[in-house]
């Protein structure tokens, strides 16, 4: 038995972790669809295994990460960088709302249908921008920490990571800051070793949850709704091509980009989670050689704040009610939608069922029926695939625009031979 077992698991770990991702995701959809809801009970501790590994690692990879980067860069450039990257996010996201009331504008999601009076939803209370920035600094490090949030993890990392860079200059504690430094760049060194273990167990809990999702979600949603997905889909396709272009000005190397991004963004279409798939970003944004001063913070932030796939989602819905409804929209109301749209991306992070909060929000500001918000419920989980991969995508192409106008250099090769180092037993 142990000679048969041995080569398999030899044949699954050397072979690319992308093709046994993509591999789980088809089989996924194959079982999803023929074991229905049954399977979906069956596989769903496998799936759910896979979320518990990757929030496991968040903590540590976004501390560790980010305080050996801020140690690796120069002092100065910590708040160019931010700059850069909330101008990058900002930008992106009323350019997504752009993008998708465009193409739900020329391709008229719900048409023809009718909308209930009856139906109701319940959506959780949109907290607002100023409690939003305020939750940045925690009141309590250890409940930040147990609650995996990740914009209070990510300032406790920058305060302690800045102070230890000025410890490490002092005449007096040089030597102590040295040590602390060579400490934790140790331990973000095995935090390395510990992810590219769980990098192994990826294609199983994907094939687990993609199948559940399917399972559950079944045919009939999507055929019901099926105008909808499609549009949302060919909206976030053309965002796709925006950052496809974006990247070929800056000078990234696409090939090379999306070699490394097509893990983390199956992976977030699978778990429907960006923030549990940042360890995964993050090693991607490894190999793509980033810096690590850089995308330890912006892949972190944008894991929280930078949603582009949920941005042309409230613009697709948007103009799904409005059709519905029968009052097309006019462009007072599309400027409307961009402008509240882009800040309330930034005001619902973190919330769960962020995406419901944020279409009810803007519905309520332009006037459109909240009773449709009932609707695209229906379909949350389908259009929640595909919006966060888009999120996921958003955030590295902007790492590695920002990369490359600090003057990095986009060079793979390296870093893939250091990363198989460390996946390898």
Known sequence: MTSFVTPLWRGYRDSSLILRVTVALVLGVVVGLIGGPGVAELLSPLGDLLMRLLKFIILPIVLFTLMVGVNQGQAGSLGRLGRKVFLY???????????????????????????????????????????????????????????????????????????????????????????????????????????????????IGVFAIVAGTVANQGVDTLLSLGDMVVVLYVALGVQLLVYVGLMRAF??????????????????????????????????????????????FSLPLGATLNMDGAAIRIAISAVFAANVAGMPLDWTSMLQIVAVGTLISVGTAGVPGAGIVMIATVFSQVGLPIEAVALLTAIDALVGM???????????????????????????????????SSTGD
Request: charged share 15%; with cysteine.
């Open 251 to 296: 000078g990234v190397p696409l090939a090379a980009f999306f070699r490394e991004a097509r893990t983390p963004m199956a992976t977030a279409f699978a778990t429907q989670s960006s923030s549990g798939t940042l360890p995964l970003t993050l090693d991607a944004a490894q190999r793509l050689g980033l810096p690590r001063n850089l995308y330890g």
């Open 89 to 203: 996010y900002l930008a992106t996201s009323a350019l997504a709302i752009v993008v998708g009331l465009l193409v739900a504008t020329l391709l008229s999601p719900g048409e023809g249908m009718t909308l209930d009076s009856e139906a109701s939803v319940s959506v959780p209370d949109n907290p607002g921008i100023l409690k939003v920035v305020l939750g940045i600094v925690p009141d309590n490090i250890v409940a930040a920490f147990a609650g995996q949030d990740l914009l209070g993890i990510l300032f406790t990392a920058l305060v302690f990571g800045l102070a230890l860079a000025r410890l490490r200059r002092s005449a007096s504690q040089g030597e102590l800051g040295e040590r602390l430094y060579g400490v934790l760049a140790a331990l973000n060194a095995v935090t390395l070793k510990v992810m590219g273990g769980i990098l192994h167990y990826v294609p």
């Open 386 to 420: 595909g919006c966060t991969a888009l999120n996921v995508t958003g955030d590295l192409v902007g790492t590695a625009i920002i990369g490359r106008s600090e003057g990095e250099r986009i060079d793979t090769t390296a870093a893939q031979a250091s990363s198989a």
